[in-house]
């Protein structure tokens, strides 16, 4: 099976992209321990644990972009919704404004990747400036949009994806 390696300590990972494996080894362990997946280890800087936790959960969440294209199309959701009180404005355009939902997908999670793949931002795997942190929230705030649409709106294919990633946990 693919990435069926041992698993190895954290003390003993020696990389740059340690928390990164880390991460990804607590998940193949048990993708439904949450606590234990989130558990930062000893002496990690805060800053790059949650850096690398976002990046994770994008990577993941692309699977569900994915699955959504089946049924969410700019013809039957013309605007980024979750319930009927909100419309949410792209703001991967100049400026912000409304777009089909599938589309509002695609931009946020590019958005994303260019964000959290930036050197101007994220120079570093192992240490992060707090003013760079500070911009992991509104990414954050954007791609829990994504989940919310996908509950209210294709829940059909939102849950057998929860079930086997437990993102939304």
Known sequence: DFCRWPDEPFEEMDSTLAVQQYIQQMIRRDPTNIDLILSMPEAQDE??????????????????????????????????TATEQWIFLCAAHKTPKECPAIDYTRHTLDGAACLLNSNKYFPSRVSIKESSVAKLGSVCRRVYRIFSHAYFHHLTIFDPFEHETYLCR
């Open 47 to 80: 800053g790059v644990w949650k850096y690398e936790h976002l990046r994770q959960f994008c990577m993941e969440l692309n699977g569900l972009a994915v699955r959504l294209q089946e049924d969410c199309d700019p013809l039957s959701c013309t605007q980024m």
